[in-house]
């Protein structure tokens, strides 16, 4: 259903309406297609049990296969319509309107010479393949390349345009393939990265290598694809060891390139901005970051999958900030977007951690109803929360911690000090078992920390004198310099201990066990 969900949030009913005079009545689907489409773009329904229901009420039990032929057919309809669709929209700028046009060209292109209509294509290819070389869609000119190339050799015996068109395949084929390394390198190495947020202990001496085999590629073109995929690989060699002074130097690079160039480079300036408030972040050097948000923001489309995790960066700048209030108004925005729904699993389990921290800062006082639009989090239930988080939950050193951390917090500022006792016993055993000295070595600290509380009854002044070793470790390495991930501190842990201590009093707590 995710799917079909996002393809009804770009094929929307105003542009349906739009293309409707011109649309075949061959395209049209039946009447049970289109209330299927009305029940999706409406939010009535967003799973496929619901839709069944609700398109076949009395029958769910036996309507499964007549629903997916319904929704087959949906489904090529939208893709129909998705290519007559006019792309001259204002969330797109030039290079994305010409891109979108030169693909329907090409398409133009390929069934003329499938009927051998070669000179019909010849004249298509002579309006847009300049466009191609200006705006570096590498792969689109390299296949017009050889159908001149084909044309002018076999057809037309041209010889100049053939020589011509042959050097042209013979450089666009080249920087193809440096175009394709690097993608390839990146995404091999970033896709540990997908569902954990651990540490990469490989990726550093692996990156480096594999960037020395992009690097002439980069230095002898300058193709928008290559400078993308290979300035990422090359990130990756500093941010994968929390190196943020000589990633953010890897980014201001990569900016100032796609800054250079004759068109807006929406999606890189986007990557890479992002990837400048994160090495801000950590540095904290917050004025910069959110400078660099604001300029990221001003490229994006509302609704987009960058645009929520920009909104992700910036919950933690603002928790970072301890603006409390501004990460609670980013949240429920973000949350209540129309499309957060169609997000991957694992990013809206990010957000259910945001909401357990959130609703911890406001049962501390952090957070109260002058702090945020309309602040409040309520009927907040762990059980329910540790059933969202399943992704994570297997994530033994990345996102789990905050997940164990939190729940330790929260019980011990509700003062359920007997369940603390039992979840403290069982994260004692996961810091031995998980967390070594050199891997996440601050959240090691913390939830030694955290233990104390247990070991010194609860007692506040005891638990700053058993703890005091722990805190010392901890402020010996600053968070810029941690060897962690930079969102597995959601609030850095010198401001959670404080919160932590504040809630205890003076009085010992003794066991019912």
Known sequence: ?????????IVNK???????????????????????YDLVAEGKVFTDAEAIAALYPGKEKTSAKQYQRTKNVLWDYLVQMLLVIDPALPQFNTRQRLYFDCYKKLAAVKMLVGRNAYMGSVEIISDFYRTCLKYEFTEIALDVARIMRLYYGSLEGDIKKYQFYSKEVAHLEEVFRYENLAEYYYTDLIIGFVNSKSAQKDIPKEATRLFKMVEPGLQKYQSYRLHFMGRLLELLIYSSVNDYKRSGEVCDRAISFFEGKPYTANVPLQAFLYQEMVCYLQLRDYTKGRAAADRGLMLLQEGSFNWFKYQE???????????????YTIYRRTVKHRRFTSLPSGIQQIWKIFEAYLFYLQECGKITGDSGEGASISKFRMARFLNEVPLYNKDRRGLNIPILIFQI??????????????????????????LKKDDNFRSNCFIKMLLQV?????????????????????KSVPLDFANQAHDIELIPYEALWEMAVNSLDNTIHKSRR
């Open 313 to 327: 960066l910036l919950v933690y700048l603002a928790m970072h900030t301890e603006q409390y209030g501004d990460a």
């Open 1 to 9: 259903m995710n799917e079909l969900r996002e393809l009804i949030g």
């Open 409 to 434: 917090l929260y019980m011990i500022l509700t003062k359920r000090y007997d369940e603390t006792i039992d979840r403290i016993e069982a994260v004692e055993k996961y810091t031995s078992r998980y």
């Open 454 to 474: 247990a070991v010194a009854g609860f007692h506040r002044a005891a638990v700053l004198r058993h703890s005091e070793k722990y805190v010392k470790m901890l």
């Open 14 to 36: 105003n542009k349906l309406k739009a293309v409707a005079p011109v649309t075949l009545k061959a395209f049209v689907p039946g009447p049970l297609a289109l209330k299927l």
